[in-house]
């Protein structure tokens, strides 16, 4: 219809035409946007919704698995599981209000005898860790609690008890440095890459053996996932998967419950703190391994009180430290066998030299005493190593005290070096030498640079010296075998559940050192002498031993302790199969303390034999 200009209305003004205008563009942009924004999610990110929408409407729980038993060489049961009832809150069916939330909780704390702090510190830190896992407030609860809680579950909305596994240790402390212990994995072990695909509240070997192996004995934890309704309970027939867990495989050690039951025996009897060590020379197999004191190592499969807590890991007796591979001592008159090695290697001794020993060594006015003054005359080596002449070896320590041979034997034995033993914890030690004292004397860390006082103490075993029974064992074992430095090793074999065997640990020889077989029978036949020849230092332990033995006392100075106690032994003698060491501290004398300990680990191993030619000696005499 067409308008006269009189009837038309006002003409639309610029500045209005241009608000129209701004304003349509901006609603196409945000239809635009819009647009893109539901095209993306139904288009680009359609299936991850959709799967997100799907994971709403399920629920997945993990079932842990049982680890593997762990036994000794000849399948006896050392460390195996048992079952235990853990009590679980499942943090999404609690209650909504706070003050039921927290009367709850509460309540809870009271029958678990803790605190509602401790209560929510530990919810805290596993929520924050896994924030849809239920929280494992105990372990071993009572029955009598299970019944209260299925009683009251109105009560209790989502406290839960649920089935685990945790170790059993059938022979109490035995082994129990060895052994180690599980925990749950913690933050900072879950991003490592040796525990992918693991979750928090998963557990793993946490020290000893278990830590080492864990890959074989942890097995694999089954999964259970089921559909839920909109309120999260379970619908009817709504069990989407069930895979039950794999159970881990079965570690075999190298370690022989006889003579770790006698080490332990014998370290307790005499009740000072020390470590001892039984070990193949040929293959480098621990066959015992233990320190004293000890510990129970089923405290660690439940939470620990605070009187536990302070006599474990705060006690200044260190029963958490296994001293036969991390203590750090001087190792007295043991040393010699390296001593008497490096000076005949390095042309510092010739085989039958004589040394005369008049009961001191006077060098640049400081005396160097034998033990109780005694002076021994005109020796040579054999005799001496019978004798245990310091005077002898501090001789040989002042010739080699500026030329480093002392030192090259010493760590080619394996003094102040890592071992390869398949444990964690072990220690290098020290083994003093002139570089390392003069640095550290031009580092203000001593009074004086390098001496020839040092090498003379060094000698028979003192001075700065700081090394283990596993150091001292693998050097008595090179020598014992001609030359080959064993990889100690505690773990033999893993098994499956079937018995079959998975794989085989013989980790190869650290390396290879030549030693001349006329000094290895010399330094031998003086050993075995000093066991059981009637000069013998300890003759009186070892000289009616019907096993010939090649062994050799320490008495070693670590002030402001008393005198610490040690004793090497190989046997048989003179082709030996094993060494045995035991060091007590504040033991006195070798013959004194470690040496009675290192017998009755031999007469462990060689209980057969010994019982053979027990019933042989009867037969004869009834003849």
Known sequence: MYLRSDERGPAMTNRLALRIALFGGFAVVLFAILFFRLWLLQVLDGEKYL??????????????????????????????????????????????????????????????????????????????????????????????????????????????????FVRAYPDGTLGAHIFGSVGEINEEQLKERRYKGLVPGDEIGQSGVEDTYDRYLRGRPGLTRIQVDALGEPTPNGRLVSKPPAPGDNLKLTIDQNVQEAGEAAMAERGLPGGFITMDVHTGEILGLGSFPTFEPALFTRPLTQAQVNETYRNPAAPLTDRAIAG???????????????????????????????????????????AGEAANGTVS????????????????????????????????????????????????????????????????????PWSAGDNIQLATGQGDLQTNPLQMAIAYATLANGGTVVTPHVGLQVDDAAGRVMKEFDPKPRRHVHIDPEYRAAILEGLHDAAQNGAGTSFAVFGDFPIPVAGKT???Q?????????????????????????????????????????????????????????????EESEG
Do not use: C
Request: proline share 6%.
């Open 554 to 556: 320490g008495t070693a």
């Open 51 to 164: 799967a997100e929408a799907k994971n709403n409407r399920t629920r997945s729980f993990r079932t842990s698995a049982p680890r593997g038993e762990i036994l000794d060489r000849n399948g006896k049961l050392l460390v195996a599981n048992r079952t235990s009832l853990a009590l679980q809150v499942n943090p999404r069916k609690l209650p909504e209000d706070p003050a039921e939330r927290r009367a709850e909780l509460a309540k809870l704390a009271e029958l678990t005898h803790s605190t509602l702090r401790r209560v929510r510190r530990t919810m805290h830190e596993e929520l924050k860790l896994a924030p849809a896992a239920p929280v494992t407030l105990r372990r071993d609860v009572g029955h009598y609690l299970v019944f209260y809680l299925q009683e009251n579950q109105d009560r209790f909305p989502g406290v839960e008890v649920q089935r685990v």
């Open 328 to 370: 750090l001592y001087p190792t007295g008159s043991t040393f010699k066998l390296i001593t008497a090695l490096a000076a005949l290697e390095s042309g510092n001794l010739q085989l039958n030299e004589a040394i005369e020993d008049p009961g001191e060594l006077v060098v640049g006015g400081q005396h160097f005493k034998n």
């Open 558 to 618: 670590r002030p402001p302790h008393a005198d610490q106690s040690w004793y090497g032994v190989l046997a048989p003698y003179p082709n030996p199969r094993i060494v045995t060491f035991v060091t007590m501290e504040e033991g006195g004398f070798g013959a004194e303390s470690a040496a009675p300990a290192a017998r009755k680990i031999l007469e462990a191993y060689f209980a057969k034999e010994l019982a053979h030619d027990a019933s042989t000696e009867e």
């Open 381 to 448: 080596l054999v005799t001496a190593l019978e004798v245990s002449s310091d005077v002898f070896f501090y001789e040989l320590g002042y010739r080699m005290w500026n030329t480093g041979d002392l030192q090259h034997w010493a760590h080619a034995l394996g003094i102040g070096r890592p071992t390869g033993i398949d444990l964690p914890g072990a220690e290098e030690g020290l083994l003093p030498s002139q570089r390392w004292r003069n640095q550290l004397y031009k580092e203000g860390g001593t009074e004086r």
